[in-house]
């Protein structure tokens, strides 16, 4: 989040191009996440194949459908990060704003 989320240019790019929703799995500490959204998350976690944290699924605003997914490394930027999900979106129909 402070890498990449936080940053202006991501602020900008994300307003104009995106719909993000958050959702949390606390590795270090599970009971962050209230009872009521444990279930929840369990299940989208199976339904969008994620494996590994953190793990940005991207998914078409109409259908729902899972257009791909990326991970983050220490290193990355708000501009690696805008470059990878063009990257992915170059091989679907989908298109941004």
């Known amino acids: 989040d402070k890498n990449v989320f936080s940053k202006k240019t991501w ?6 191009n995106l719909v993000m929703v958050w959702i949390d799995f ?3 500490d599970p009971t962050l996440v209230p009872e009521k959204y444990k279930a929840r998350n369990d299940k989208l ?3 969008y194949g994620v494996q590994g944290y ?11 459908e899972k257009l ?7 290193d990355i930027t708000p501009e690696k990060f805008i470059k990878n999900l063009e990257v992915l979106l170059k091989f679907t129909d989908w298109k941004l704003f």
């Open 11 to 16: 602020i900008e790019y994300g307003k104009a």
């Open 45 to 47: 976690q199976q339904q």
């Open 54 to 64: 953190p793990a940005y699924v991207i998914l078409d605003g109409e259908s729902g």
């Open 26 to 28: 606390p590795r270090s």
């Open 68 to 74: 791909g997914q990326l991970g983050a490394g220490r």
